[in-house]
T-cell receptor, first 110, second 115 residues
Framework: DAKTTQPPSMDCAEGRAANLPCNHS???????VYWYRQIHSQGPQYIIH???NNETNEMASLIITEDRKSSTLILPHATLRDTAVYYC???????????FGGGTRVLVKP | EAGVVQSPRYKIIEKKQPVAFWCNPI?????LYWYRQNLGQGPELLIR????????DSQLPKDRFSAERLKGVDSTLKIQPAELGDSAVYLC?????????????FGQGTRLTVV
C-alpha cells in the first residue's frame, strides 16, 4: 500500500473550517483516498472516501488534486466534538486492509 | 442497529497468563478485522477474515496469538501466554465488502494491560 504523509497535529477554532492536508505522491491508479477519525477512547470512524472527484457528505468534504498526489479533508464548521485523530489512508476498493499511519491530531478550541 | 460489540472493555492480567477477546460484528457483514493499537500510534492489522476464512494473518504473531471466526459471525482473539509488550487496545472491525464498498465499522476496543 502506498504511504501517506500528514502533519502530526493542528489546532483550529470552533465554528471555523478545518482543512486537513494529506500527501500521497506514490498513489496508484486504483487506490482510493479514505479518511477516518478516532475520538479519544473510541474506535476509528469512517468519514469519507474518493478516487479522483471531489466528494461531500454530511460530515465533510474531500478535495483531491488533479494529479491525485495530495488531498484535503474539510470540516466546514468545526465543533469541539471534532477533536480527534484524523487518518488519511490509501486503499484498494475490494477486500483490502486499512493501513493506518500516525494521523493528524486535531484540537478544536473554543 | 447495534454496532460492532467487543468484550471485555478492559482487562488486566499478569504476564504469562492467557487472555481472550470477543467480537460480535454487525449483522450481515462478511469481513472481520482484528487490529492492535499501541499508545499514540495508529491501529495495525493483525488478521482479516472473509466469512470464516482468514485471508490475511501475516501480521499475527502466531507463536502466541490465535484467532477464530466460527460460522463466519463472532470472532475470538486469544493470547497465550501474554507478555508485557502485548499491552495495547485490541480493536475489532467489520464491513460488507462487495467490491464497491469497504467502509469499516469499528468497535470500542478492549484495553489490555499486562502487569
Amino acid at each position: 500500500d502506498a504511504k501517506t504523509t500528514q502533519p502530526p497535529s493542528m489546532d483550529c477554532a470552533e465554528g471555523r473550517a478545518a482543512n486537513l492536508p494529506c500527501n500521497h505522491s506514490t498513489i496508484s491508479g486504483n487506490e482510493y483516498v479514505y479518511w477516518y477519525r478516532q475520538i479519544h477512547s473510541q474506535g476509528p470512524q469512517y468519514i469519507i472516501h474518493g478516487l479522483k472527484n471531489n466528494e461531500t457528505n454530511e460530515m465533510a468534504s474531500l478535495i483531491i488534486t488533479e494529479d491525485r498526489k495530495s488531498s484535503t479533508l474539510i470540516l466546514p464548521h468545526a465543533t469541539l466534538r471534532d477533536t480527534a485523530v484524523y487518518y488519511c489512508i490509501l486503499q484498494l476498493l475490494a477486500g483490502n486492509k486499512l493501513t493506518f499511519g500516525g494521523g493528524t491530531r486535531v484540537l478544536v478550541k473554543p | 442497529e447495534a454496532g460492532v460489540v467487543q468484550s471485555p472493555r478492559y482487562k488486566i492480567i499478569e504476564k504469562k497468563q492467557p487472555v481472550a477477546f470477543w467480537c460480535n460484528p454487525i449483522s450481515g457483514h462478511n469481513t472481520l478485522y482484528w487490529y492492535r493499537q499501541n499508545l499514540g500510534q495508529g491501529p495495525e492489522l493483525l488478521i482479516r477474515y472473509e466469512n470464516e476464512e482468514a485471508v490475511d494473518d501475516s501480521q499475527l504473531p502466531k507463536d502466541r496469538f490465535s484467532a477464530e471466526r466460527l460460522k463466519g459471525v463472532d470472532s475470538t482473539l486469544k493470547i497465550q501466554p501474554a507478555e508485557l509488550g502485548d499491552s495495547a487496545v485490541y480493536l475489532c472491525a467489520s464491513s460488507w465488502e462487495d467490491g464497491w464498498n469497504t467502509e469499516a465499522f469499528f468497535g470500542q476496543g478492549t484495553r489490555l494491560t499486562v502487569v
